[in-house]
């Protein structure tokens, strides 16, 4: 069964298996004791830690380990921003980062500091300028992503480190998704990074602190980690981390290499094998094994189950498949199509002929979710010359795709110039629609309150 969704978790890496067996025979006692077993686990700790510092290009002692990705982010931003408490309460943060990152700028803003969100383009990536114009005397602390965990748009972190060396504020880099493929360049102050996503065993993360950077760790204080990860070390799950993080970096070009070219074999082939398809996030200046797509008219949750009963593990940013009932964050601020969202991340060692097998079934399997949900809008054509020159759609009540598969149906109905108000009250609406219309040349004019609840969309029919 092909897995397709390494972003969110890679197998072990045979390497991380290998040593995991090992460590647990010669790592179980306190590295902090002075006993034979103790100093025995003592090396080992300090082997991992000198490995893991060497991929993330810092020195050993700026390195700690905790008990995994997200503790790593809380822990790194938090203690930043005590740090420079007298600098001031402003934390900087990408309207894309993970939400570790926008958890703990919500931790931080209920105790009264403030969070800035710079926006993205298109493409998922911020602009440097932008960033750097965000950054004021009263900034404590600015987060940016190496890449983006939904889209995998890299983003310019050298040059986003370079504004915020200049403006004096620590830049603190997630690094989660992209640490296995390369070090991160740049002049950053801190870096947090998960084991899981590289092929390490789950429940270990990275800290890194560079010296010179004011940093007050928070919460009850405690002698291991340098007082930032509170608690017993993990020893055998950290040596396995730090031995898989050298072993996939070996691999990284080659399998890199072989990976985006399959990659680009799917943003090639998907739009031109699925009509109304958008492949989102950039198409260079991203990581090598991940694409993401978006489908009109479709529902997400059944096209992910779908994909599942047809052998294949994916993941997805709708609404559709999410408690919330709200788009990905990612894709909400990229202002891209949501509907019908579909994430592959290749592990290392997929086979091309995996990738060939989901081609031959991902457009069987979306034409059918297309004709249970009613959705097969025909072409705009004129309309009887006594039509209205505008309709409205009540779609009040229903979720995605409907209000825009409804929308799609009736804009053949008004004459050219004439205007489709589409009611709704799902907030994928607010992507959806205004998408839809860039993918099929519309205008979409706005957004107003609706008179019965949730929103007015108005739609000019323009072909």
Known sequence: ??????????????????????????????PARLYREGRRARLLLDAAREAAAEAVGCRPDELV?????????????????AGRRRVGDRLVVSA?????????????????????????GRSGAVDPAVFAAALDPGTALACLQSANHEVGTEQPVAEVAEACRAAGVPLLVDAAQSLGWGPVEGGWSLLAASAHKWGGPAGVG?????????????????????????GFENLPAIVAAAASLRAVRAEAAAEGARLRSLVDRIRTRVPELVPDVEVVGDPVRRLPHLVTFSCLYVDGETLLHELDRE?????????????????????????????????????????ASDVDHFL???????????????????????PPSDSSPSLVVDALGRRCPIPVIELAKVIGDVPVGGTVTVLADDAAARLDIPAWCE?????????????????????????
Do not use: I
């Not at 990275?206 to 509170?230: C, I, T, W």
């Not at 990229?334 to 579909?342: A, H, I, Y």
């Open 311 to 351: 052998g294949f593990s994916v993941s997805s940013g709708s609404s559709c498949t999410s408690s919330t009932l709200t788009p990905s964050h990612v894709l909400r601020a990229m202002g891209v199509l949501s509907e019908g969202n579909v994430r592959l991340s290749l592990p290392a060692g997929t086979a």
């Open 96 to 120: 894309v980062e993970h939400s570790s990152v926008l958890h703990a700028g919500e931790t931080h803003a209920a105790a009264g500091g403030t969070v800035t969100e710079v926006p993205v």
């Open 65 to 81: 380990f905790t008990p995994s990705g997200t503790r790593a982010v809380h822990a790194g931003v938090s203690g930043a921003l």
């Open 360 to 382: 031959d079934v991902l457009p069987g399997v979306v034409a059918a979710v297309r004709d249970r949900l009613g959705a097969a809008p025909a072409a705009s054509t004129a």
């Open 1 to 30: 069964m092909p897995y397709f969704d390494a972003a969110s978790a890679a197998p072990l890496h045979p390497v991380a298996r290998q040593a995991l067996l090992a460590s647990l025979d010669e790592g179980w006692a306190d």
């Open 206 to 230: 990275l800290l890194a602190v560079r010296k010179g950077v004011r940093f007050a760790p928070q919460g009850p204080a405690d002698e291991r980690e340098s007082g930032r990860a509170p």
């Open 439 to 463: 993918m099929r040349g519309q205008q979409y004019v706005g957004e107003t309150p609706a008179a019965g609840g949730g929103s007015a969309y108005v739609v000019r029919r323009l072909s």
